[in-house]
């Protein structure tokens, strides 16, 4: 990276000092994650953000939600930083406030709403988890759902899972015992979800369609193809991919868990890894002694995650030098306190 920028990235952040806390999310670029004082998946950089409540400012070197769930869980004095407000997540889009209010009316009608708890993915919008923590749910993340499922399903008989179909899915069915046939998916575009009230009666779990842009990329053909030239490599998965790539998977774990395997393999390992590319270059970089690839042959980076780059992380720190906060995110209050709840649920979850 550009070393002018470099240097003036560190000489903001030193002038900081303890005022300002950088979180780098894993998918991010290397001229960033250098400075994120510390990295982590989507719970690790929650819980991180709640546990700095001195630091004036909380940069957030990841995506808009991210972001949105630290300025939920900071104290009102603290401000959220997002150094580019580009950057977005296409999965957390596929869910808006009102298709879920939508849904809800749909099961409210077809009689299951009273017995349905819904769940929603940390990769979703304030809104959608202020409405998850009205309506007595919980988040999760790629970490610790299916202790919150387990916990969802001691509250009611059925779960609205969103936004990520595959998340869902591949909790439910590979590491909880449950049939594809007891999934049903939510179409938002569809009246009714496309579903007849039977199929929702049915139902043990309801998954929105959503799905991630990066994730849903590999494919069965992908893992088949990599075992094919390289004997002998596993095959480690984000359960974001879709349930087929999952299955034929030898390990799937969020980006901790996929850290943490690689960390620990033995030398001469061969990896294929399935999620997004600047964290498995970091990985092939950091284990030279292991053999460590991408599980595709295309590039596939996360394009928002990608939109934090240098400089504006240099402007974002400038400004708060010279005494000006940009990029602000906030929630509104009531989003927030009901928001809140189902983000307390989760960090409370045993385990
Ligand atoms: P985790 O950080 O929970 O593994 O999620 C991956 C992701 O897609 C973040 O956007
Ligand atoms: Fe969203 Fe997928 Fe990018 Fe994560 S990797 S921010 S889920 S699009």
Redesign the pocket.
Known sequence: SDPDLVARAAAAKAALGDKVFVLGHH?QRDEVIQFADVTGDSFKLAREAAARPDAEYIVFCG?HFMAESADILTSDAQRVVLPDLAAG????DMAALPQVENAWDVLTDVGVAERTIPVTYM?SSADIKGFVGRHGGVVCTSSNAKRALEWAYEQGEKVLFLPDQHLGRNTAVLEMGFSLDDCVLYDPHKPGGGLTPEQLRDARMILWRGH????GRFTLESVNDVRERVPGVNVLVHP?CRHEVVKAADLVGSTEFIIRTISAAPAGSAWAVGT?LNLVRRLALAHPDKQIMFLDRAVCY?S??NRIDLPHLVWALEELVAGRVVNQITVDADTAHHARVALDQMLALPG
């Open positions: 998918y995506v997540c296409s999965m957390a990769n991630c842009s990066v994730h974001e997004e996360c928002t995650m």
